[in-house]
């Protein structure tokens, strides 16, 4: 098994651009997740999927949107780029969503915006 | 009162050491604790659950007080590989999520 896979691992854009981050999960899942890292920040949750069909704001929703494609498959997508978004994005994936999750990580994506 | 707080360090501690972390929440109603590793430039990856009356895997001890809203995780014996950021994770965002802390960068000296 993969786990989670995300791709790309690296990213420069130029402000204004667009983008979309893969990711693909093969463990069965039902819950996925786009969380975004800055540095003396904690994890930030941007947007989640409790099941298939579903996608729900997080913490930080303005800037992105989501789309979950099928179980495995939850994608990210930047419609047009800023400096502020530089960041490093994981996403991650749990078996259900609810209070006893243990939630299983992609090796994430560097983006910088110049 | 941030939802959940860390010490960032870091701790600079010789091998064979015994280090705890500390981390405190602040939504009372929180019902799920864990403690993350994440490693330079890496994903983070469960490093335990906390229950609540306490649990030990190997090395690592995590404690729980509800009445103070306090985690803990103490690691004996530390070895150069414990070398990592410890994150602290409670549920309880606005929306059922898992909230994680800045985390606390640990080094373990020769």
């Known amino acids: 098994n993969a786990g989670v896979t995300q791709t790309p691992k690296f990213q420069v854009l130029k402000t204004g651009q667009s983008m979309t981050l893969q990711c693909a999960q093969d463990?069965?899942?039902?819950?996925m997740y786009w969380y975004r890292q800055d540095p003396g920040m904690g994890l930030r949750l941007i947007y989640y999927s409790a099941s298939e069909g579903t996608t729900d704001k997080g913490e930080v929703p303005n800037g992105y949107n989501v789309s979950r494609l099928n179980k495995r498959e939850f994608s990210l997508r930047l419609e047009s780029a800023a400096p502020s978004q530089t960041s490093v994005y994981f996403c991650?994936?749990?078996?259900?969503?609810?209070?006893?999750?243990?939630?299983?990580f992609g090796p994430g994506t560097r983006l910088l915006v110049l | 009162r941030k939802e959940v707080e860390q010490d960032p360090g870091p701790f600079n501690v010789p091998e064979g050491a015994t280090v705890a972390f500390n981390c405190t929440y602040s939504?009372?109603?929180?019902?799920?604790f864990f403690w993350y590793r994440q490693d330079c430039r890496k994903e983070p990856k469960l490093l335990m659950s906390v229950y609540s009356s306490g649990n030990e895997d190997g090395r690592f001890t995590a404690q729980l007080n509800r009445a103070s809203q306090y985690i803990s995780l103490l690691i004996r014996d530390s070895k150069l590989s414990d070398s990592a950021t410890y994150l602290c994770?409670?549920?309880?965002?606005?929306?059922?999520?898992?909230?994680f802390g800045k985390g606390t960068k640990l080094s373990v000296k020769p």
């Open positions: 463990m069965n899942h039902n819950s």
């Open positions: 994770v409670v549920n309880g965002g606005s929306q059922g999520n898992l909230i």
């Open positions: 991650a994936s749990s078996e259900v969503w609810g209070s006893k999750e243990t939630q299983y």
């Open positions: 939504n009372s109603a929180s019902q799920s």
